[in-house]
Nanobody, 114 residues
Framework: QVKFVESGGGLVQVGGSLRLSCTAS????????LKWYRQAPGKEREFVAR????????DYADSVKGRFIFSRDNAKNTASLQMNDLKPEDTAVYYC???????WGQGTQVTVSS
């Protein structure tokens, strides 16, 4: 069964950095487009970043472009989201997901304090 486990969240001050990890199983990881989403309190879940199966093409929401870096290691079935220059508006629960599967993990909480 398709499964995602996100980790690496925490409490960080404005301008700080965090690196989120996503471990996936239950499907052919190296063939899947992956995405990160986030959901802030009282708001709808929103797209953050996308990476193609090879890891060569990446797309980002305008709000995180230039600050976040999405990467993947197909040999380890893992993906990472390096988040730099964090802002209070980045506070949310972050989720990773494969494009073709409607399965979500439990997410990891990121809190940016000012």
């Amino acid at each position: 069964q398709v499964k995602f486990v996100e980790s690496g969240g925490g409490l960080v001050q404005v301008g700080g950095s965090l690196r989120l990890s996503c471990t996936a199983s239950g499907f052919i990881f190296g063939a899947a487009v992956l995405k990160w989403y986030r959901q802030a309190p009282g708001k709808e879940r929103e797209f953050v970043a996308r990476i193609d199966a090879t890891g060569r093409r990446k797309d980002y929401a305008d709000s995180v472009k230039g600050r976040f870096i999405f990467s993947r290691d197909n040999a380890k079935n893992t993906a990472s989201l390096q988040m730099n220059d964090l802002k209070p508006e980045d506070t949310a629960v972050y989720y990773c997901k494969a494009d073709r599967y409607n399965t979500w993990g439990q997410g990891t909480q990121v809190t940016v304090s000012s």
